[in-house]
């Protein structure tokens, strides 16, 4: 992604801008891992998959979050609005995945459109009140609409066609591991474009100092609300894909705790870095998942006990401890 | 071990070409249960009567050594959770059987991957009468929520009690209840006066109570998940005087669950209700029971839930022993239908048809015997099947 000389100042160089957006080799590293993973954990696809929708809904919030600065609790409405679209398409004939994620994710923006004029109006307590109560709202709704959600015993009936009319979903999780992967990337890969894009410059501008965002010409509303109305159609997707790959929705994916777990494998990860969501997700669900084997009562005391940690001896997270790390390694002193 | 040579020999002859593992591997038996969040005392509850069985009746099932493997689903509610865990049983840890399951969500998401690995799977709690329609290889040792829901409704009918207000949480449980009792009561000749759902989560019971009490029927049905709200309905009951104005309480026998009776306190004296298992249940297999409990487990009380374990697993025993170790699913389901026994809650059976439970529901009644609160039995209906499936 180049930046268009037209919008640059002829005395300042984007050399730096365009470095930070070219693919550096660790990045490719990192992407060989999933793919490793398959051979080396094909008996642990379906947690695999969970861990790419996971990493790519929590991408949704670091891009509203980490970016923008938009706190939100309730990022789970999005969620659940996608993957009660994508599991009443199904349900109703229209078992099509692409098609079902394309619905998920519209359908998901409009919510994220609507409730974005209500999450610009306050600054950060309120909007952390505003999106808890849009998702509380969503919550209600759908368990008190029994008959067209199956309120809390979930929805029935999800069948979901092969994709694009050959891989079909398989007891083994493999098909649902490829296609919730390929998703992430290529949600990822927009993402990136996204965040290195005049856009995305301007939306860390709004959220280090929003007075003087209006002063060089960046319209902080209009911003927002195209961000946000963005997060909620990636957040969107990621319900979409977790509908598709276990063919069931669970009032589960509107609960709080869903967000408020989301926002805590982010901190864990390391907001504004798009790689601190995914490294966060891995690193919180592969806990979770070896630390409940271990010891299903008390997992949650270690869990507990990991992120203390991260919060005392790593403030940026796990990404950024991995920067500061890189750099120190890279430029001695 | 002359047992164990039976079922050898029976393995030999019946399924040389089927059975590659020799009977003398161990089973290993998945158990999905929420063990942490909100419903983590369903997965204590049903895990005890799990591991009671195995001590007190031996773990050797047909010849084979029971291994558990325990998968925590928390919260319970989350399908995509419950369905990965048991992929994960089934492909990874190779479990022969799938069981356990508090709560329908996770039921329902799991019941396709039984079907798909071809896997028997036990269901010793989640009750919405719908679960064993998801899959053939589904078996239910617990309850079905219309099954406890009528006889309180038929009881009401011929007690004297003509106008009934319903009060249920809003939600899908709360709803099938409140169909359920609205269905056998007006079919017996009575009348809803009133209906409120109320939400599920802190509500303020005041408006309601008041309004029940101006409407003044005969009784109130409620159905509220079983916890911090029941007491507090419970209580504000009592206070507000609507047991003083003559107005009873019916209710289906999950509220005055054993696990939080004592928690509502007095307010729950006389709440009648209809259930499947009291811990005040009089019989020999009952006392043996509930010794054996508290011995394994003195700071608890023996409910509804861990009956469903302890079943649970004497369901699979019994197969296992029909079928000389074998836990296919085809013969598991054929071996389970019509299967009859004399559970700790009284006589109970597969359905041959639903391969749901057929038992004894009680009429109880609270009451405080030798200083606890229990539900005490005073009439019953006997091996009812699910209304819910008629």
């Known amino acids: 992604m180049s930046m268009p000389p037209s919008s640059v100042d002829s005395a300042f160089s984007a050399t730096p801008l365009r470095d930070a957006s070219r693919w550096h080799p660790a990045e490719y590293a990192f992407w060989v891992l999933p793919v490793l993973a398959y051979f080396v954990f094909g008996e642990n696809l379906s947690l695999l998959s969970q861990i790419a929708i996971a990493a790519l809904f929590c991408l949704s919030l670091d891009l509203i979050l980490g970016y923008a600065g938009i706190v939100s609790l309730g990022h789970a409405a999005f969620f659940g609005v996608g993957a009660y679209a994508a599991g009443l398409l199904a349900k109703h004939g229209w078992g099509d995945p692409l098609l079902g994620l394309a619905a998920a994710a519209a359908i998901a923006a409009a919510a994220g459109f609507v409730t974005s004029f209500l999450v610009l109006r306050g600054s950060d307590l309120t909007r952390l009140m505003v999106t808890l109560g849009v998702a509380v709202m969503l919550y209600e709704g759908a368990n008190k609409a029994t008959a067209f959600t199956g309120g809390v015993d979930g929805l029935q009936g999800v069948e979901v066609k092969p994709i694009l009319g050959m891989f079909s979903f398989d007891l083994y999780g493999k098909t649902a591991y490829w296609y919730s992967l390929a998703v992430l990337f290529v949600m990822f890969w927009l993402a990136r474009r996204l965040v290195h894009s005049p856009f995305g410059l301007s939306l860390r501008g709004i959220r280090q100092n929003v007075g003087r965002m209006p002063a060089i010409g960046a319209p902080v509303n209009g911003r927002l609300v195209a961000v946000y109305t963005i997060g909620a159609a990636y957040a969107g997707v990621a319900g979409g894909l977790l509908t598709q790959t276990t063919q069931f929705v669970s009032l589960d994916v509107l609960s709080f705790s869903r967000s408020a777990e989301l926002l805590l494998i982010l901190v864990l990860g390391g907001t504004g870095r798009l790689y601190g969501a995914l490294i966060g997700t891995m690193v919180f669900m592969t806990a979770h998942h070896f630390l409940s084997g271990i010891n299903p009562q008390y997992w949650q005391f270690w869990l507990g006990a990991a992120l203390v940690l991260v919060v005392l001896f790593a403030r940026d997270g796990i990404m950024g401890l991995l920067q500061k790390l890189g750099t120190r390694w890279t430029k001695p002193a | ?390």
């Open chain 2, 1 to 390: 071990m002359r047992h164990l040579k039976k079922s050898i020999v029976a393995a030999a002859f019946t399924l040389a070409a089927s059975l590659p593992a020799l009977a003398a591997d161990p089973i290993k038996i998945g158990l999905v249960l929420p063990m942490t969040g909100p419903f983590a005392a369903y997965g204590k509850q049903i895990e005890h009567g799990v591991k009671l069985y195995l001590a007190t009746k031996g773990d050797t099932f047909g010849g084979r050594k029971v291994e558990l493997i325990v998968k925590d689903d928390a919260p319970g509610t989350a399908g995509d959770v419950s369905k990965r865990l048991a992929q994960e049983l089934v492909i990874k840890d190779k479990v022969d059987i799938l069981a356990g399951f508090g709560l329908t969500p996770s039921a329902f998401a799991v019941a396709p991957v039984a079907t798909e690995a071809k896997k028997p799977m036990v269901v010793m709690n989640a009750a919405t009468s719908a679960v064993t329609t998801k899959s053939n290889y589904l078996v239910r040792t617990s309850m079905t929520l219309p099954q406890i829901t009528a006889p309180i409704a038929t009881w009401a009918s011929k007690n004297g009690i003509k106008k009934v207000f319903t009060l249920v949480a809003d939600y899908g449980p709360g709803h099938d209840a409140e169909g359920q009792f609205k269905k056998t009561f007006t079919a017996a000749g009575g009348e809803i006066v009133g209906e409120v759902r109320a939400p599920v989560k802190n509500p303020d019971f005041a408006p309601f109570l008041q309004k029940i009490k101006d409407t003044k029927p005969d009784a109130v049905f409620i159905f509220l998940p079983p916890g911090a709200e029941t007491i507090a309905f419970m209580k504000g009951f009592t206070e507000r005087g609507l047991t003083a104005a003559g107005i009873r309480l019916i209710a289906t026998g999950d509220l005055p669950d054993e696990d939080i009776l004592e928690a509502i306190g007095d307010a729950a004296l006389g709440l009648i209700t209809s259930f499947h298992y009291s811990e005040a249940h009089k019989s020999p297999e009952n006392k043996a029971y509930t010794e054996a409990y508290y011995k394994a487990y003195p700071k608890d009380r023996p409910n509804f839930m861990s009956m469903g374990g302890y079943d649970g697993m004497h369901l699979i025993a019994e197969v296992l022993k029909k079928t000389g170790g074998n836990a296919d699913a085809e013969k598991f389901v054929e071996a389970a239908k019509g299967m009859k026994w004399t559970s700790p809650r009284g006589p109970i059976s597969i359905d041959p048809v639903t391969r749901d439970i057929v038992q004894t529901i009680y009429i109880r009644k609270v009451e405080r015997v030798a200083g606890k609160l229990q539900n005490v039995e005073f009439d019953q209906v006997n091996e009812f099947k699910d209304p819910g499936k008629q």
